[in-house]
């Protein structure tokens, strides 16, 4: 019989309409409210978000704050900085370029503030570039040294008979070149289920694998998990594990040669998405020359046993 283990900081209640508790990103799928916010927070946001999301951002700001000094260089007017052209557009463009060569302090010298007003704004703009520059210089820093785990998992787990027992798969890889020193995983199974009151709770069970370490991984790594005596999907038949309301949580660590430490990932597979009676097509071949290929593409291919 399989032995349930404590909460392992999920949360033992539950609900009918409950989603996953870890998004495909491996990220916790918890809705904070009443959160209070701080310059951390953005700090950890801006450090955590795609680099996409991040130059545009960037972008968006730099466009944004010169837009803002330039209306107000336009509105005091343009004739501090240069000759007025007659057109407010065209003026305003020509102001907007002043505020770039300001707070980048480029300063081509074709144009220059004239007055104190115009100093003294010229000024502080000049002082929030070098702040804003200093900021999106320190957040590349973070982007860049902030300890990441390349672990790319499969899209599906995979149940087919293996040996004398049926099986569930799902195998992971390093989505960089580099190789994954001791990796380790632990794989924790939550049950959501009615209890004698009507309402919901879940129920955890620690998975046995058939490796839970390895030494190195080079190519990929396939994590097998036997149900039989002692596992929690005994006195289920194959259908009815797509049924269950369940899902794996699980925690891969190992050692990151390119920041020197250990890194985690966290990751999670829903019951429902089990592909039955399939299995992995290998990744990995040898060229004519001998060298091993590993086909990242293959990672996630299955064909029907």
């Given at each position: 019989?399989?032995?349930?283990?404590?909460?392992?900081?999920?949360?033992?209640?539950?609900?009918?309409?409950?989603?996953?508790?870890?998004?495909?990103?491996?990220?916790?799928?918890?809705?904070?409210?009443?959160?209070?916010?701080?310059?951390?927070?953005?700090?950890?946001?801006?450090?955590?978000?795609?680099?996409?999301?991040?130059?545009?951002?960037?972008?968006?700001?730099?466009?944004?704050?010169n837009s803002i000094f330039a209306l107000c260089y336009t509105l005091l007017g343009v004739e501090a900085i240069t000759t007025p052209s007659g057109s407010v557009c065209r003026d305003f463009l020509r102001?907007?370029?002043?505020?770039?060569?300001?707070?980048?302090?480029?300063?081509?010298?074709?144009?220059?503030?004239?007055?104190?007003?115009?100093?003294?704004?010229?000024?502080?703009?000049?002082?929030?570039?070098?702040?804003?520059?200093?900021?999106?210089?320190?957040?590349?820093?973070?982007?860049?040294?902030?300890?990441?785990?390349?672990?790319?998992?499969?899209?599906?787990?995979?149940?087919?008979?293996?040996?004398?027992?049926?099986?569930?798969?799902?195998?992971?890889?390093?989505?960089?070149?580099?190789?994954?020193?001791?990796?380790?995983?632990?794989?924790?199974?939550?049950?959501?289920?009615?209890?004698?009151?009507?309402?919901?709770?879940?129920?955890?069970?620690?998975?046995?694998?058939?490796?839970?370490?390895?030494?190195?991984?080079?190519?990929?790594w396939t994590v097998v998990h036997r149900i039989r005596e002692g596992s929690p999907f005994v006195g289920y038949d194959r259908q009815q594990l797509n049924t269950l309301k369940g899902e794996l949580l699980?925690?891969?660590?190992?050692?990151?040669?390119?920041?020197?430490?250990?890194?985690?990932?966290?990751?999670?597979?829903?019951?429902k998405n089990i592909k039955i009676d399939h299995a992995f097509q290998s990744a990995y071949y040898y060229d004519e020359e001998g060298y091993t290929v590993l086909d990242h593409e293959l990672l996630d291919?299955?064909?029907?046993?």
């Amino acid at each position: 019989m399989a032995r349930r283990i404590k909460d392992p900081g999920i949360g033992a209640t539950s609900n009918a309409k409950a989603k996953r508790f870890v998004n495909q990103d491996g990220s916790f799928n918890i809705r904070h409210k009443n959160k209070r916010g701080g310059l951390s927070d953005a700090y950890a946001y801006l450090i955590a978000i795609s680099w996409m999301r991040f130059f545009a951002y960037v972008f968006v700001g730099y466009i944004l704050l010169n837009s803002i000094f330039a209306l107000c260089y336009t509105l005091l007017g343009v004739e501090a900085i240069t000759t007025p052209s007659g057109s407010v557009c065209r003026d305003f463009l020509r102001a907007f370029f002043f505020s770039a060569q300001t707070i980048t302090t480029v300063g081509y010298g074709t144009m220059s503030p004239k007055g104190i007003i115009f100093g003294f704004i010229s000024s502080f703009e000049a002082m929030i570039g070098l702040l804003s520059f200093s900021f999106i210089t320190g957040l590349l820093y973070g982007r860049f040294s902030k300890p990441r785990a390349n672990i790319r998992f499969s899209n599906v787990m995979v149940l087919r008979a293996y040996e004398d027992h049926d099986a569930l798969m799902f195998r992971l890889m390093s989505s960089s070149a580099s190789t994954m020193i001791q990796p380790r995983i632990e794989v924790t199974l939550t049950l959501t289920e009615k209890d004698q009151t009507g309402g919901y709770k879940n129920n955890f069970y620690r998975l046995s694998l058939e490796r839970d370490k390895i030494t190195y991984l080079p190519t990929t790594w396939t994590v097998v998990h036997r149900i039989r005596e002692g596992s929690p999907f005994v006195g289920y038949d194959r259908q009815q594990l797509n049924t269950l309301k369940g899902e794996l949580l699980i925690m891969t660590s190992y050692y990151e040669e390119s920041f020197n430490q250990e890194v985690h990932q966290i990751h999670s597979y829903l019951l429902k998405n089990i592909k039955i009676d399939h299995a992995f097509q290998s990744a990995y071949y040898y060229d004519e020359e001998g060298y091993t290929v590993l086909d990242h593409e293959l990672l996630d291919k299955t064909y029907k046993l």
